[in-house]
């Protein structure tokens, strides 16, 4: 049990559309981040969100977008979905202040691109 | 720029038997090393880490040691169980985690 709560688990959505997908954290953890994870892959990294604001991103265009809130909850949009946007994405949180401190991922939510 | 190399799988072992995965990471500074896994259909749990040269991360039998001579972080059990057949990742934290891309191990009983 990581305390990291992702919903919803799985979705199929067509090409074009767009989807939301939100992550519950431990109190306390201020920062957190999301990855995605294709099939057979290592997670990639997306972006980084630490007191509400984004402090970090991958090598992902911007119709990936995210938002933070104060009751350690998030959110992952995107938008104009692509059929390679297809994988597992991971939510994970963290207390910051160091490299050494603890990342705990949630389930993930499968999304599935048709 | 800055990654993780990691064995390629899969691997596959009979119960009882050593494991190793060899894991070595390019990266500027030093930066911490995880291993985590992941089981069929699940999200990623944390194995071990290490925060610092000659540390030693260990748990459930697993045990990985931060080798900043050879850049290496290199994962070891010296007896499989079936229950261990996971998919595991190499990590380093530099702000964000960077990962192999993963070795499946399958233990067979």
């Known amino acids: 049990e990581t305390g990291v709560t992702q919903s919803p688990t799985h979705l199929i959505k067509t090409r074009g559309q767009q989807v939301t997908l939100r992550c519950s954290s431990q109190?306390?953890?201020?920062?957190v981040s999301w990855y995605q994870q294709a099939l057979g892959q290592g997670p990639q990294f997306i972006f980084q969100?630490?007191?509400?604001?984004?402090?970090g991103r991958g090598n992902f265009p911007p119709r990936f977008s995210g938002l933070q809130f104060p009751n350690y909850s998030s959110e992952l949009n995107v938008n104009a979905l692509e059929l390679d946007d297809s994988a597992l994405y991971l939510c994970?949180?963290?207390?910051?202040?160091?490299?050494?401190?603890?990342?705990?991922f949630g389930e993930g939510s499968w999304l599935t691109v048709v | 720029g800055d990654s993780v190399t990691q064995m390629e799988g899969p691997v596959t072992l009979s119960e009882e038997a050593f494991l190793t995965i060899n894991c070595t990471y390019t990266a500027t500074g030093y930066p911490s090393l995880f291993w985590y896994v992941q089981y069929p259909g699940e999200g990623l749990q944390l194995l071990l880490k290490?925060?610092?040269?000659?540390d030693k991360g260990s748990n459930k039998g697993f045990e990985a040691t931060y080798r900043k001579e050879t850049t290496s972080f290199h994962l070891e059990k010296g007896s499989v169980q079936v229950s261990d057949s996971a998919v595991y990742f190499c990590a380093f934290n530099d702000y964000k985690l960077s990962f192999g891309a993963g070795t499946t191990v399958t233990v067979r009983a």
């Open positions: 290490a925060t610092k040269a000659d």
């Open positions: 969100y630490y007191r509400e604001e984004e402090n």
């Open positions: 109190s306390g953890h201020n920062t």
């Open positions: 994970a949180s963290t207390v910051s202040g160091g490299f050494g401190n603890t990342i705990y």
